[in-house]
């Protein structure tokens, strides 16, 4: 890679490179779970941003000069299509399950995910070395941008190809942001049931406008990305784990949903909900609380980050 060696992996690493696909691709069918912060907590995000930045001009200069097997090795090729093999195998398969617990276990599938990203904030926080004021004001700077991102109420985005590109373009660059979901910026714009629709039934046009947005809005937001570590490692660190403790107010397991939205497969979609307490919870919906498998989940995500944190070293 361009600004990176490429790390050289055995099979059996390749494997877990693939595992932590599935794992970015059940967390982004989730709106409020950000792929992003699954490719950090397992160590793989600088990696994957300097991976997508390395698609650009000079690629095709050596691609042009030395041949297809030095232009692979130099984008990274055999990390990023084993990444998103991974990604794609979820989507298809896993993110099916992910998507019954969130229609039927909602409250487990959230604590689990609020025990991964409140451990996350710490985990990222370990590793801003030397806070000073302009890190913490930046530091609470994306929280409240995150949390005010999370309260806003869904809109509705009429589906044509132009939505479909652009929705691609903003939701792509959410969703490698740890904290920002890209499906919940989705659910936003309207676009959420739309593009679930199209993966569900493999409509390859809505599919392949989607997928051309979401191309074009990661190699070049990668580019930004890509400066700010270089440039401003400590802020941009301390910006991603303002987001994460913001996009907490997403992850909040319990939930009353105030209005719903029907899609064009006659499927109810939660609109706008507000966070309450457990006991709330029970008397606003007649439904159990699960207040204690719920935060043995948690526990299970805080564990899991804390593992995966000292795995990365």
Request: net charge positive; proline share 4%.
């Amino acid at each position: 890679m361009s600004q990176m060696e490429t790390k050289v992996r055995t099979p059996k690493e390749y494997l877990a490179l693939a595992g932590k696909g599935m794992m970015m691709g059940a967390a982004d069918a989730v709106p409020g779970v950000s792929g992003g912060t699954i490719a950090f907590i397992t160590g793989i995000y600088e990696e994957l941003i300097e991976t997508l930045r390395s698609f650009d001009l000079k690629a095709l200069s050596v691609l042009y000069r030395d041949g297809f097997a030095a232009c692979w090795r130099h984008v990274n090729g055999t990390f990023l299509v084993t990444l998103l093999a991974g990604i794609l195998f979820s989507l298809v398969t896993l993110s099916r399950a992910v998507l019954f617990m969130l229609n039927h276990y909602p409250v487990l599938l959230w604590a689990f995910f609020f025990g991964l990203i409140l451990a996350s904030v710490w985990s990222l926080m370990r590793h801003v070395k030397g806070w000073d004021l302009s890190t913490s004001l930046i530091f609470f700077t994306g929280a409240l941008l995150a949390y005010l991102i999370t309260s806003l109420t869904p809109g509705t985005l009429v589906v044509s190809p132009v939505t479909l590109f652009g929705s691609g373009m903003v939701a792509i660059c959410a969703m490698i942001l740890p904290g920002i979901s890209g499906s919940f910026i989705l659910l936003l714009m309207g676009m959420y049931a739309p593009v679930l629709s199209a993966v569900k039934h493999f409509e390859l046009y809505h599919l392949g406008l989607f997928a051309a947005g979401c191309a074009v809005g990661l190699l070049s937001f990668s580019h930004l990305l890509s400066w700010a570590f270089h440039h401003q490692r400590k802020l941009i660190l301390a910006l991603l784990g303002g987001f994460m403790l913001g996009s907490l107010n997403k992850v909040w397991p319990w939930k009353y949903t105030l209005s719903y939205t029907i899609d064009r497969h006659g499927d109810s979609i939660p609109l706008l909900q507000r966070n309450v307490l457990p006991d709330v919870f029970t008397q606003l919906t007649g439904q159990g609380a699960l207040l204690w498998p719920a935060l043995v989940l948690m526990a299970v995500g805080v564990l899991l980050v804390v593992l995966l944190d000292r795995h990365n070293g």
